[in-house]
């Protein structure tokens, strides 16, 4: 039974999930961040303590992992903006995490990387990384290491579904959409989190990585009007050419917030698919989109899910 672990990236969309499946009176969960004072919806749980942290300092991160029986690294960016670049995100930190587990010889470690990050042909630098942090961490001696690629994730404070809803509340009639026939295979951040935790102290899963898809694929443009439809707006979703797609990516680089970029185009070249439903491994069928999302996009509802999305996004 493990006893303490650290969890970087905790106070994020996906911990929030997975702290609430850890939780356990035996088992004391660390979670660094910069601003523990907004995260209050993780400190009511009772084994979870967290803690104001510069994660990217090294010696910093040696002493968080110190004790620890295991690391989960749930660390990770869609776009870059300020100082906060993919290289630091996604591989730096991974460096950083081998030389302090290695040092405080912490020899377990979960990392969340993302579908498609193993292949060879990606244009995407958010891929590219996060590849990179794979080969790193799966290279390192004296780790036992599980990786976990999720395509696309979805709950009620994703940054998937409620994006576009923002959006498509913003752009009245006519939206139009670059990629429109990208193929993506949403998979419920919940299902993610229980592959995780099941993982935990699964020694079969040591040296393993897993692809994590739900269990229908849809076009991007059918999961925007899925949106639409959920909200009770009525919009007619463009679906724009390359070339315009690429224009739109360009153009948004620029917007606030960049809801669409460059680097996103290029992911979405590539479909969020899998070839083999590795979720049967773990006993789990994964979760209905259509199940799961319409009753937190009833309108009684928006506003007050708007207004914690929003919250959320400032961390």
């Known amino acids: 039974m493990l006893k303490k672990i650290c969890v970087l990236g905790g106070s994020g969309f996906v911990g929030r999930h997975l702290l609430s499946r850890l939780v356990h009176p035996k088992l004391r969960i660390i979670v660094p961040s910069r601003r523990p004072e907004r995260h209050r919806s993780i400190t009511v749980l009772p084994n979870v303590q967290t803690v104001r942290a510069n994660i990217h300092d090294q010696e910093t991160l040696n002493q968080l992992v110190d004790g620890c029986d295991a690391v989960i690294n749930l660390v990770g960016i869609l776009n870059e903006s300020g100082h906060n670049k993919f290289e630091q995100a996604h591989v730096t930190l991974v460096d950083k995490l081998i030389k302090a587990c290695q040092t405080k010889k912490v020899q377990r470690i979960l990392h969340i ?121 009525k919009r007619t979703v463009i679906g724009l050419s390359d070339s315009l797609s690429k224009l739109q990516a360009r153009l948004m680089e620029f917007v606030p917030s960049k809801p669409f970029s460059m680097d996103n185009y290029w992911s979405l070249q590539t479909d969020s698919v899998c070839n083999k439903d590795d979720f049967a491994l773990f006993n789990i069928q994964p979760a209905s989109l259509e199940v799961i999302m319409p009753s937190h996009f009833e309108p009684s509802h928006q506003r007050a899910k708007y207004v914690d999305f929003r919250f959320t996004a400032r961390r």
């Open 113 to 233: 990387s993302a579908l498609n990050a193993d292949k060879a042909d990606v244009k995407s630098t958010y891929l590219k990384t996060k590849a990179q942090a794979e080969q790193r961490l799966m290279h390192a001696t004296n780790l036992n290491v599980t990786v976990f690629r999720p395509s696309v994730m979805f709950g009620i404070d994703d940054a998937f579904f409620n994006q576009f809803a923002l959006l498509l509340d913003l752009i009245p009639c006519c939206f139009p959409l670059a990629c429109p026939n990208a193929k993506i295979s949403p998979v419920w951040v919940n299902d993610v989190a229980e592959v995780i935790a099941q993982s935990l102290e699964n020694r079969e899963t040591f040296g393993q990585s897993y692809n994590l898809c739900g269990s229908k694929t849809y076009t991007l443009k059918t999961l925007v009007e899925f949106t639409a439809q959920m909200m009770g707006l």
